[in-house]
């Protein structure tokens, strides 16, 4: 079965792209000596993380720990989760995963450290930590390095959590500053620091000028979209997932609507310096998705010298994939248009 | 169990107010002789829908057809889906439906009809077509009454098809115009309006102010939202969906994160008129929901006396309460916050 038989709306895989978008991070990481560690948020697919381990990751991230369950169900050994897990519900599900798993988790707080604590405690499993640091997201993070190294100093002292490194996102100038601070008062602490994970997509092809970076987390590039094209890090050509959608409706000789709205595409927004509206379509480039609702997406062809048909079926590169792939039950994937299969996403809807 | 056992986020559903904005509708459409079918897309609840139903609504309302399908495998009988149904791939499950429940179709344009007669005829089923109307939202529907008549008098011409009215969101004075105008057109071609079905939440209790209106499709006031809220159309009392979520981190004084994002809370926007950020924290109003990262919200707490701890739970409403719905696949139910079950979201992602 060929993808333009398939009914609308549906997200569609281009597998060449994928692999070939795997291959071309890894190369450039091996090429440096850093560590590839991609995240799965994007994907949420244990197939595809066992692709990137294939290809060369020395493990995965997740950023919810339900997220890294999923995962560990399926066999995958080698879990970073980038987020402070907080509270009681947390520490059984959390045991069961150190049971199974090599696991590292960043942290920026005490309670987190000790939610993880008595998670390790109850596993008799050693999990290995690291302290997320600010670098210009304002987000979450320690601010200074003394902060982060009276947080290193509080881990050594729990029986089953060993000091890992330092972890951030994004990954530029501001990261670099800090861990070069860091690395002074750390060693003058006599406290080695074995990884400085960093994260991104827009930035991931310029890693290697951050000093003391070790591994890489990137998520997006295993699919890329259009908020990465804008930022320079990917082309149109790089983006392995479109949205096949319908035109269902030709109300007037400039508006089309399409039958895929927010619970298709999201409401996540384009960077306003790299485009307008809620998606690039691919076969009119002039056409601006100016409003999505629930189950329509609401086009304006003013732009546009040829316009599409009711009927037609549209390719839509989406403003930020990862949101997208989360909305979807299954994806289909395909190699030159035919189909190879249609995926469960194992880990969509994992928030907890 | 309480709600505040609860391992977080997760959205938290109140059955009292539930049933107190089922009976508050039903109450008022009864008094005014206007039949009550409530749109489904908000809740996706088979069990839901069956409340509504008890309460009096003539049937329920779906946006596409797989979520229609499930309605109809849980035994629902009178469906309405207000979508242009459009090509060979919906033509066998339409025609399977359409063998199980009483159907009716909105659509606007002639390939919907062209599909619809096709799956009608193969189940060997009547199924009733509405004619989408513009009245202001620039989305779908035909323009003028003219179009309306003659979309109407090619049903006719189709032997499994029957003509049954107009439909028409949002509904104030403009469809109001629109309706008047097309009765004159309509009752002139021998050609009977049986329903006339007017959408929308924000105007639901004005409903009565529009002459010819025999139905409405509300969908959003089962739970209510800020943006409903913010229409005047209910309380923060009224809005039956909080979503529980802890405070992760607390990087900076004020500064605190919570593990709910555009994964949990969807980037749908809030009527700038109404508020701003990305929910309404009632635990702390002041508090603004500044940004939304896939897994972590950040929340300005400037304007705050009291500030959130880390390892809080806070409570929030959302902007737009269907959207985060459908990204969930349970909700918990409670009442006075003891928990009476977890119910799988079984229209979730039916966006087909």
Not at 107 to 135: H, M
Request: hydrophobic share 40%.
């Amino acid at each position: 079965m060929h993808i333009k038989d398939l009914d609308t709306p549906v997200p569609v895989i281009d597998l060449d792209r994928v692999e070939r978008n795997i291959d071309k991070l890894q190369s450039y990481l091996d090429k440096h000596g850093i560590k590839s560690r991609p995240h799965i948020k994007t994907h949420k697919l244990p197939i595809l993380a066992y692709k990137q381990l294939e290809a060369g990751a020395v493990g995965i991230t997740c950023q919810k720990l339900s997220e890294a369950t999923v995962m560990a169900a399926v066999g995958i050994k080698d879990i970073l989760i980038t987020y402070n897990l907080i509270g009681k519900k947390k520490v059984e599900p959390l045991a069961q995963l150190a049971r199974q798993v090599t696991l590292s988790i960043a942290i920026d707080n005490e309670l987190a450290l000790k939610t993880i604590a008595e998670a390790a405690k109850l596993a008799e499993k050693t999990i290995k930590l690291l302290i997320e640091f600010e670098s210009g997201n304002l987000r979450v993070g320690v601010q200074t390095p003394e902060e982060a190294l009276e947080l290193a100093q509080q881990i050594k002292q729990q029986p089953f959590l060993s000091f890992e490194g330092l972890m951030t996102y994004p990954c530029g100038a501001e990261a670099g500053r800090f861990i070069a601070e860091a690395k002074k008062l750390f060693d003058k602490a006599g406290m080695p620091i074995n990884t400085v994970s960093a994260g991104g997509t827009p930035n991931m092809y310029r890693v290697h000028e951050v000093a003391g970076v070790t591994e890489l987390r990137a998520g997006t590039y295993i699919y890329n979209d259009r908020n990465i094209v804008g930022s320079g890090a990917a082309s149109f050509d790089d983006c392995a997932l479109h949205v096949h959608a319908t035109v269902i409706s030709r109300p007037t000789v400039d508006r089309a609507v399409i039958d895929a709205g927010s619970k298709t595409l999201s409401s996540d927004q384009i960077n306003p310096s790299y485009g307008q509206g809620h998606g690039y379509i691919l076969d009119y480039p002039e056409a601006v998705i100016r409003k999505l609702n629930e189950e329509h997406g609401i086009i304006d062809l003013a732009a546009c010298k040829d316009k599409p048909k009711l009927g037609e079926v549209l390719r839509i590169i989406p403003n930020h994939v990862c949101v997208v792939t989360n909305l979807h039950d299954e994806v289909v994937v395909h190699r030159n248009g035919v189909i190879e299969g249609t995926w469960p996403v194992w880990a969509r809807g994992k928030t907890r």
